[in-house]
């Protein structure tokens, strides 16, 4: 697998996670497990997401999907579910 197919596929699983507990607690952070912080590509993932405004970096490795990130998260998961009805 390439290093970009990589990064989509942790950017979006990422997102789905931070999804789950933005909807317990929208003002929360999360701790990112320590091999994913040493991660280079995961530490882009994460950079290119935080430059898009769809999450938030309290420090490295602890983010928080923003509220526009929730918005963008529904919205495509809205149209998969769409798509496939």
Do not use: C
Not at 22 to 45: I, K, N
Not at 65 to 82: I, N, Q, S, V
Request: aromatic share 10%.
């Amino acid at each position: 697998m390439g290093a970009l197919m990589f990064e989509n596929a942790f950017s979006e699983e990422l997102i789905h996670s931070l999804a789950e507990h933005y909807e317990e607690d929208p003002t929360e952070f999360v701790r990112l497990p320590q091999p994913t912080v040493a991660s280079s590509l995961a530490r882009q993932a994460v950079s290119e997401l935080r430059n898009e405004g769809l999450v938030e970096e309290e420090v490295r490795g602890v983010i928080r999907l923003t509220p526009r990130g929730y918005m963008e998260y529904k919205r495509k998961t809205t149209f998969a579910a769409k798509r496939w009805a």
